[in-house]
């Protein structure tokens, strides 16, 4: 994704915190999405941000600063099953999402 | 959540020939749908948006002679990939979103495509 950029690879140990990190290009820029995605599986959507702050689902909270073209998925008490690929997708307001490079978790015990 | 179903999960076809992708949006419609190809290890590049009732829009180095999209109904996307080759073979998966709404998208399950 030329116009997102995510860490290609991050390690955790089981029960800790992980952020990912994503900053992305304004230009017609609508919101922010974070997706999961396991090895030969489809993407799943995990959360969405349309305005600055922190959006909280369980154990997965996601964060945007509009002004800094930046936002950030945050996992917390990870878990073995955590280990994926995740990539931010930048959203327009026709509903069209472009996705970063993904970052590979790794959870390890 | 809403379900998108993808058909088929898998296919092998020969160099040459041409396969179709269906995409379903099962419980809601879908004006717009997108078709995306991943590579593996690689992200999802957007490859086209599907659009009811009128032509699809192609992004940029796509080549719609040979990525066909029909956008029949409310419910159905297909992709037929023309006179495959083997460079052809990737995951190709589609996405919806509920009429609307620019948040949350619903992938199908992704086809796995090998042209041999």
């Known amino acids: 994704g030329q116009s997102l950029e995510q860490p290609s690879e991050v390690t955790a140990v089981e029960g800790a915190i992980v952020q990912i990190n994503c900053t992305y290009q304004?230009?017609?820029?609508?919101?922010l999405s974070w997706y999961q995605q396991h090895d030969g599986g489809a993407p799943t959507f995990l959360s969405y941000n349309g305005l600055d702050g922190l959006e909280e689902t369980g154990r997965f909270s996601s964060f945007l600063s509009r002004s800094d073209s930046y936002g950030y998925l945050l996992l917390q008490e990870l878990q073995m099953k955590d280990s994926a690929s995740y990539f931010c997708?930048?959203?327009?307001?026709?509903?069209?999402?472009?996705f970063g490079d993904g970052t590979t978790l790794t959870v390890k015990p | 959540g809403a379900v998108v179903s993808q058909h088929p999960s898998r296919v092998i076809c020969k160099s040459g020939t041409s396969v179709k992708i269906e995409c379903r949006s099962l419980?809601?419609?879908?004006?717009?749908m997108f078709w995306y190809r991943q590579f593996p290890k690689q992200s999802l590049m957007l490859m086209a948006t599907s659009n009811e009732g009128s032509k699809a829009t192609y992004e940029q180095g796509v080549e719609k002679d040979k990525f066909l999209i029909n956008h029949a109904s409310l419910t159905l996307s297909t992709l037929t990939v023309t006179s495959a080759h083997p460079e052809d073979s990737s995951f190709y998966i589609c996405s919806a979103r509920v009429r609307g709404t620019v948040t949350e998208a619903f992938f199908g399950q992704g086809t796995r495509l090998t042209v041999v």
């Open positions: 997708a930048r959203n327009t307001n026709a509903g069209k999402s472009t």
């Open positions: 419980d809601f419609q879908a004006t717009t």
């Open positions: 304004t230009s017609g820029f609508y919101g």
